[in-house]
């Protein structure tokens, strides 16, 4: 199953371009591009990895999946909702970000929570 998470995030590039607030980090660009510490993109490089998440094996662990849907971020994902008053989604990423500069910060804050957290699981199955 491709990850469809990128491909509906950046409708509108000029939006994006003139946006007047918030900077693209690490955390950030592995949230919008799938590329990372999902088990969908490791494996491309380990074919021995399982792309399976660990806590949902009828999952593939993507980018949409660790943000949107898995229950090991729901704590973040809440905290994330109760901020943007929205639930997000791969549709609204982007016009949610661009909405506001607090907004943007809920959402880099949650990337930064999340991807870290991918980095020690990765680090600790080492």
Known sequence: MK??????LIPNI????????????YHLTQLLTG???????SQR???????Q???CPSSIENAEHVFCHCPRFSEERERL???LHEVMTPENTTR?????ESNWLA??????SVVTRLRDEETDRR
């Not at 990850?3 to 509906?8: E, I, K, S």
């Not at 000029?14 to 980090?25: K, P």
């Not at 590329?35 to 993109?41: A, D, E, T, Y």
């Not at 949610?96 to 506001?100: A, D, E, N, R, V």
């Open 81 to 83: 909702h109760s901020l």
């Open 3 to 8: 990850a469809r998470w990128t491909h509906r």
């Open 45 to 51: 490089y380990d074919y021995n990895q399982s792309a």
């Open 96 to 100: 949610l970000m661009l909405t506001s």
């Open 107 to 112: 959402v880099a804050s949650f990337a930064y």
């Open 14 to 25: 000029r939006v994006w371009i003139e946006r007047r607030h918030g900077e693209l980090n």
């Open 35 to 41: 590329h990372g510490f999902f088990k969908h993109h």
């Open 53 to 55: 998440c660990p806590v």
